[in-house]
């Protein structure tokens, strides 16, 4: 079975702005990854579980900071999650962005599932739990995602907001004060899960911006979007989330093989069966990514070295093959479609 599980490039770049922060370069962060910063500009873009766990790594080796899944937890907002925190604000209370949040996830991250647990009272338990087939999440990530939960709770409900519990797996990583400011109560280490505990009162309680129809819209947009991520077992859907995250030197079968734990001639076997050629799957991404070099503006020249070719009367030959028209036609052309400033 393969593994296509992926990241939402909006919340890889709350990671590399935070480590920025300290500091940090992001070609230092992203150094010896598959990962190329322009990518990451992609709205709808992902990269695979294994380069966000390098990030990670070398976030943590270069900030020294081990408490630094607070950090990114405290950098959570809205627009972390894109349209899913655009829905979870429009909904009509707390309880009800809170289910979305765990509906939609995968939208954000793949590296984890929650599950809710509703008690007696009417409060509410999320419980995290990693699913990674080849590498272990770092304690860090978790902090991050449980904490980004609560501070992302605080901002839909626009007033100071605390959970009932807090609780971890793993032993503190820091001065326990650290999470306490964080929390805004106090946080039990060494636990059975990874848990987030609210009141009912606090769940039940209106939202300041919730809108109905809004709401539907970006409910609509978030079906769509989750309809569209790879399942597993399916290499052409892991490929053409993963393809628009290389650049042009590594759009190669072999890269894919390994972000895929396979072999390449499993690879091509497996593209043959669901009727796909690995070269109609990068023909494809070029095209695409030209589109969106031209529609920036790049010239010609630099357009056919982001995307590999030796000059940019290829990169004209190939736009003819594709859009019945010459890289600077179609360079023109977007130019002139472009909303007036």
């Known amino acids: 079975m393969l593994d296509p599980r992926t990241i939402a490039n909006a919340y890889v770049r709350t990671l590399l702005g935070v480590i920025e922060g300290y500091g940090v370069a992001a070609d230092d962060v992203l150094r010896g990854t598959r990962v190329d910063i322009a990518a990451l500009d992609a709205p709808n873009g992902r990269i695979g579980v294994e380069d966000m766990h390098r990030l990670w790594a070398h976030g943590l080796a270069l900030t020294q900071d081990p408490l630094l899944g607070l950090k990114v937890a405290e950098a959570t907002k809205p627009t972390t999650f894109r349209v899913l925190g655009l829905a979870t604000m429009s909904s009509a209370s707390l309880g009800d962005a809170l289910a979305l949040m765990l509906r939609y996830h995968r939208l954000v991250s793949e590296s984890g ?178 589109e969106h070099c031209l529609s920036q503006g790049l010239t010609l020249e630099a357009a056919a070295q982001h995307l590999g070719y030796h000059d940019a009367s290829s990169l004209s030959r190939a736009a003819k093959r594709w859009f019945g028209k010459t890289a600077g036609k179609v360079r023109s052309d977007a130019k002139d479609w472009r909303p007036a400033s």
């Open 113 to 290: 599932v929650m599950t809710t647990e509703t008690h007696a009272n009417g409060d509410v338990s999320v419980h995290y739990s990693a699913k990674l087939m080849r590498v272990q999440q770092f304690p860090q990530q978790v902090e991050a995602i449980v904490g980004g939960m609560c501070v992302m709770a605080r901002w839909l409900a626009e007033r100071p907001l605390a959970p009932v519990a807090v609780r971890f797996r793993h032993a503190p990583l820091g001065d326990v004060s650290a999470y306490r400011r964080l929390f805004g109560c106090d946080v039990q280490f060494n636990a059975p899960a990874h848990t987030l505990r609210f009141a009912a009162a606090d769940l039940a309680r209106r939202l300041p911006q919730a809108d109905a129809e809004l709401h539907r819209m970006h409910r609509d947009l978030l079906d769509r979007q989750l309809d569209g991520l790879p399942q597993p077992g399916h290499v052409t859907a892991f490929a053409q989330q993963w393809l628009p995250a290389q650049p042009a030197g590594r759009m190669r079968i072999p890269d894919l093989a390994a972000a895929l734990g396979m072999s390449v001639r499993a690879v091509q076997r497996q593209l043959q069966h669901e009727g796909q050629s690995w070269t109609q799957l990068v023909d494809t991404a070029r095209k695409h990514a030209l």
